[in-house]
């Protein structure tokens, strides 16, 4: 179900943006100094579906990085659960083993019968 909703979606959007691109492949040139528009320091000529897809991706990193910073909480909480069941499974590693050498009496088999 969720694959027939993703190509319900995705191609009609694939779709307009390679309508989108093809209708606009004429040069822009974005200038990156706000003071001299003669004279730019560093200017860029290149076709309006290529600012688009650009600032679409970088939308989409900054999205992820943002995402995976707030995350690191709960990342945290994990790493710190996971190590505190390695502690209590070495503990119980170590009471096993003390129950078979005979150093602790089981509840199980004692004599109350």
Known sequence: ???????????????????FALANRSFVTVSFDPLSTEAPWFAL???VWVLLFAGIFLGLIIGWIGSWINQGKWRKAAREA??????????????????????LVSAHTSDRF
């Open 45 to 47: 000529s290149l076709p």
């Open 82 to 103: 996971r190590n505190n069941l390695d502690i209590e499974l070495e503990k119980k590693k170590a009471l096993e083993q003390r129950l078979n050498q005979g150093e």
């Open 1 to 19: 179900m969720k694959q027939i909703i993703g190509w319900i979606i995705g191609l009609p959007t694939a779709i307009l943006l390679i309508a």
